[in-house]
């Protein structure tokens, strides 16, 4: 039985499927605090709580886990300026008391949903696995600690990886939530608003990685053969702009709505892409959809939404 | 009035009463957990809690701190290993709530004591603060991640320094805890017990840097004038092996006694030490205390305890 924690999520909740399609048996632990319950999959276990509290983990006590994908976590970088010790608790506790029930368990495989927020601003792009990390959200802060955490656990003996993801997109991502998502706020904006508004510069770009790439890029690093603990990026490797995302969201619905620019979001970052050349040598992961058959796709689901 | 937090404790009570020797009030904050109540001046005010509480920081509010220097902390990497929720509240949930408190209050300086731990095993010596940190023990993680926050807070306004601190000695150091502080727990077994017994191998190296250098480092960082967040080894800049050292401890006492070497303690490093380049060229600081001159005045003053 694997453990997927946050299916109520979009990534989760497509993780997870995966999984059931492979013929495992799978478990949740999700708060429902931004996921929804009907993204969970059938056949899910479901226990309803969050990765950050004790009670909740002890729970965990009565199945048969063989392996942790830990998903679930506060998401957004804006949101994080809000309550930032409850972003603590959700993406850096959560992954602490998991990893001591991954060790006490005996469970030896343990993947972790990371973000290409741990980056910060940086000069040298692409960027690779190898540059020095500086948060500049607290959501990112918390990310980057679990990945310490990580690492200590390898040299307990788990297995762990970092998959450090970029702008992760697709069809079944939440199209109500306007503070976690590029794509997805702009998308929403396009398609429910009378205007589109952006926080920030429409200089700034993303490295955007399609859904399906991205449950690939769990199931293959869940099932390689490794020790000890390593990180990956999962990104396309180029960079979209704002002005080109928007241009081509309109483009794609065939009409075109106001746009208007205010002020950047607390912790945003300027402009970034990933290197995704270690994930493809060592795991043999790349990624199948580009930008405009993913936007197409995304926005088809939209529109019949 | 200056917040030194962990005022009970070696360092912490240092840097206090250097500050009320240069005329200002301090107040801090410290649990006892392992501080001791003697070693707090007096003449500060001393509000007794942990610093990853809520409620304890809230009791701040009453005074009119004008910049907080945050030394408290679970400070032992073997002991990090039995409590690793407690390590993330002692030493990151504590960095972020006085974060958090020195936003609402407008209070424009933080200085930080950080950790050499936080670099793991380093290939290329002597370390800098531009190495990518690679966390062994919880309590390097916690101080990691402290440094994440403040770089966060340096984006919010308030100016951040962290203080790497290599193995700091020297009189006033605990010889009773026999877990924290590689120099003091050889001097202690030498002093009271039948053998030494060091746990890892003797090839072991570290820098050792001396209490009052330190004490000057934190003064030197308070005030200087800077903007933004920066990280600072506080390091001589030269190793001292683990042998070594146990023999100028002999030399220095006059006698010897018989050495066991058992198995490392959970998340040591093999050997580390540092440069100091960047806080002599940036801040003026210089080490004056060499080892030698260093270790014969701790071993002066545990003589006459």
Same mark, same amino acid.
């Given at each position: 039985m694997i453990l997927v924690t946050g299916a109520a999520g979009f990534i989760g909740s497509k993780v997870t499927k995966q999984f059931i399609a492979a013929g495992y048996k799978t478990i949740t632990i999700d708060n429902l605090s931004t996921g929804l319950l009907e993204n969970i999959p059938k056949d899910t276990i479901f226990i309803e709580g969050s990765c950050g509290n004790k009670s909740t983990i002890e729970k965990l006590?009565?199945?048969?886990?063989?392996? $942790? $994908?830990?998903? =679930? /976590? *506060? @998401?957004? /970088?804006?949101?994080? !300026?809000?309550?930032? *010790?409850?972003?603590?608790? @959700?993406?850096?506790?959560?992954?602490?008391?998991?990893? %001591?029930? =991954?060790?006490?368990?005996?469970?030896?495989? !343990? &993947?972790? =949903?990371?973000?290409?927020?741990?980056?910060? %601003? +940086?000069?040298?792009? #692409? +960027?690779?696995?190898?540059?020095?990390?500086? #948060?500049?959200?607290?959501?990112?802060? /918390?990310?980057? =600690?679990?990945?310490?955490?990580?690492? &200590?656990?390898?040299?307990? /003996?788990?297995?762990?990886?970092?998959?450090?993801?970029?702008?992760?997109?697709? #069809?079944? *991502?939440?199209?109500?939530?306007?503070? *976690?998502g590029m794509l997805s706020i702009y998308l929403a904006q396009a398609l429910h608003n009378d205007e589109i508004i952006v926080k920030g510069s429409g200089d700034r770009f993303r490295d955007f990685v399609y859904i399906d790439d991205v449950v690939e890029a769990f199931k293959i690093a869940y099932f390689n053969s490794y020790q000890g603990f390593d990180i990956f990026n999962v990104c396309n490797g180029y960079p979209i702009t704002v002005d080109s995302m928007i241009a081509k969201i309109f483009k794609n619905l065939n009409y075109t709505k106001p746009v208007t620019f205010s002020n950047n979001t607390l912790g945003d970052q300027n402009g970034i892409y990933g290197s995704n050349e270690k994930i493809m040598t060592n795991l043999g992961w790349i990624p199948k959809v580009n930008f405009e058959d993913g936007l197409q796709s995304m926005i088809e689901w939209g529109l019949s939404k």
């Open positions: 006590n009565d199945y048969p886990i063989a392996g $942790i $994908i830990h998903i =679930a /976590g *506060q @998401s957004s /970088g804006e949101v994080s !300026f809000e309550d930032p *010790q409850y972003d603590l608790e @959700s993406n850096t506790l959560s992954t602490l008391l998991l990893l %001591d029930f =991954a060790k006490k368990r005996n469970i030896k495989r !343990f &993947v972790f =949903a990371s973000t290409m927020s741990v980056y910060g %601003d +940086v000069s040298k792009l #692409p +960027v690779e696995e190898s540059t020095i990390p500086e #948060p500049k959200s607290f959501y990112a802060c /918390g990310k980057l =600690a679990s990945e310490s955490y990580l690492r &200590v656990y390898a040299g307990l /003996g788990i297995e762990t990886y970092s998959l450090r993801l970029f702008n992760v997109y697709g #069809p079944g *991502q939440n199209l109500e939530n306007l503070k *976690q």
